[in-house]
């Protein structure tokens, strides 16, 4: 079992940056792939970037590629969402999730909220 817990949203205006922290406990967190989904109010979630065990390999939502960059620390449990030049549509709250691989996630965080203004 993995516990995840999410830090690093808040405000940011237009063409900012923000970095999301995703803490986990375990000492398996280097045996997961991570992931960052989102969801807008009214929207359904939706998978914004994955990353694999050992960080060799990325994924990301067409929506963010160039913009977003996720990594990880397994030396410190972390994984992270480096998010610039946001955009209004980039608010939501992000969800850390983690799972045997990059489509599967079982373990979720309780959310952090981003709400960049126009």
């Known amino acids: 079992q993995v516990q995840l817990v999410e830090s690093g949203g808040g405000l940011v205006q237009t063409g900012g940056s923000l970095r999301l922290s995703c803490a986990a406990s375990g000492r398996t967190f280097s045996s997961y792939a991570m992931g960052w989904f989102r969801q807008a109010p009214g929207k359904e979630r939706e998978f914004v970037a994955g990353?694999?065990?050992?960080?060799?390999?990325?994924y990301y939502a067409d929506s963010v590629k160039g913009r977003f960059t996720i990594s990880r620390d397994n030396a410190k449990n972390t994984v992270y969402l480096q998010m610039n030049s946001l955009k209004p549509e980039d608010t939501a709250v992000y969800y850390c999730?983690?799972?045997?691989?990059?489509?599967?996630?079982?373990?979720w965080g309780q959310g952090t909220q981003v709400t960049v203004s126009s």
């Open positions: 990353i694999s065990w050992s960080g060799g390999s990325t």
């Open positions: 999730a983690a799972g045997p691989t990059y489509r599967d996630y079982r373990h």
